[in-house]
């Protein structure tokens, strides 16, 4: 076991798959000689040759038009969209061709295409770079949508997705990249796309967050309990679409208090559909109003360094909004 940031785990993941299945490919604008532009797929063309490692014209529909044509002749294609926000000329393909084709072939012709969407605010950025879109796709049944947050559980979640005899859409949150670092299985099994997880026990409070922003919902929880003894349950979702609505409402339950923390501009996003759940099936159990955390409702997000700060709830404001949670 060693050390391993989000994007070599990814890589990491795909290249084993590879290796055992020969039906799996990749294709998407430069993952073949150029390694793709965050170099996920650096290495890959040269091991498994051209055929396998295509080059695509700069051409999203295309993609994953593709990637569609070759799951219902026998390949488990993995698709890159170099950046999520480049994703909208694939959002017919996706929803109207790729999320219908098992329900409307009457279970006949499966699937199995694995999209990954590297997504998420960095610096420089601006505003063709930086957004989260995962919520377009959390409302199309046929579809699952996966955020893995750390690396070891996004090389199991990439295997398990590659795996899946339907459309997963696989986001990879771009600062985590090379910032989360952990030891990561050498031969890492699935990990299972349906279970939210716990990483940390808690009985005060309860914070459900992913992506970029998990790491400072657990990094605020460790402070807040060793200056103001506040114990706070944090829940990873890890799957977006379909929630594992059992763990995050038994959390709920325990603490009594409640908030759902992500980038997303919150208006319609994943944290306010948990949030919602919460009201709903959890609602007697609740010592205060369920509370959202992410950005307002403009576009993401600016070029200058004081704008993105103002946009991404950075960790002093997920340490506000927590400590403002449980002083209610």
Known sequence: MAARSLLQAISEGLAEEMRSDETVVTLGEDVGKAGGVFRVTQGLQEEFGPLRVMDTPLAESLIVGSAIGLSVNGMRPVAEIQFA????????????????????????????????????????????????????????????VVAPSTPADAKGMLKSAIRDPNPVLFME?????????????????????????????????????????????????????????????????????PLDRETILASARKTGKFLAASEANVT??????????????AFEWLDAPVKRLGAPDVPMAGFAKPMLEYLVPGAEAVEAAMLELARY
């Open 268 to 281: 319609g996003s994943v944290s306010a559909e948990i949030a919602a759940l919460v009201a709903d099936e």
């Open 173 to 241: 949150h771009k600062k985590a990249y090379r910032l989360v670092k952990e030891e990561v299985p050498d031969a890492g099994e699935p990990v299972p796309l349906d279970t939210a997880r716990v990483h940390r026990e808690g009985t005060d409070i309860t914070v459900c967050a992913y992506g970029i922003v998990l790491h400072s919902v657990l990094e605020a929880a460790e402070k807040l309990s060793t200056e103001h003894g506040m114990e706070t349950e944090v829940v990873e979702p890890r799957t977006l679409y």
């Open 85 to 144: 926000d480049f994703i909208p000329p694939a959002f017919d393909q996706i929803v109207n061709e790729a999320a219908l084709f098992y329900y409307r072939s009457g279970g006949a012709w499966p699937c199995p295409i694995t999209l990954r969407i590297p997504y998420g605010a960095v610096p420089g950025g601006a505003l063709y770079h930086s957004q989260s879109v995962e919520a377009f796709f959390c409302n199309t049944p046929g579809l699952k």
